[in-house]
């Protein structure tokens, strides 16, 4: 997951940045940082990741349209 991605899945699910880090059980400003390309730790991208795709989302690899996402049907 790219940061970007991070960023349009909780877009897409309409989900602020305080409501991710609550379902991920992150800090706010971990999900703030991440989404702005700056280092965090593994295990916190991993429960975001985790945490997004049970909410429906899936994670398009970079596939020479860049990364993307998109919502289960």
């Not at 409501?19 to 991993?46: H, M, Y």
Request: glycine share 16%; aromatic share 4%.
């Amino acid at each position: 997951m790219k940061p970007i991605q991070c960023k349009m899945a909780r877009t897409a699910l309409g989900w602020g940045v305080r409501d991710l880090a609550k379902a991920a059980n992150v800090a706010p400003a971990t999900v703030t940082r991440f989404e702005g390309g700056r280092g965090v730790q593994s295990r916190s991208i991993d429960s975001i990741r985790t945490t997004l795709e049970a909410a429906g989302v899936i994670f398009i690899a970079e596939n020479g349209g860049g990364p993307g996402v998109r919502l289960k049907g």
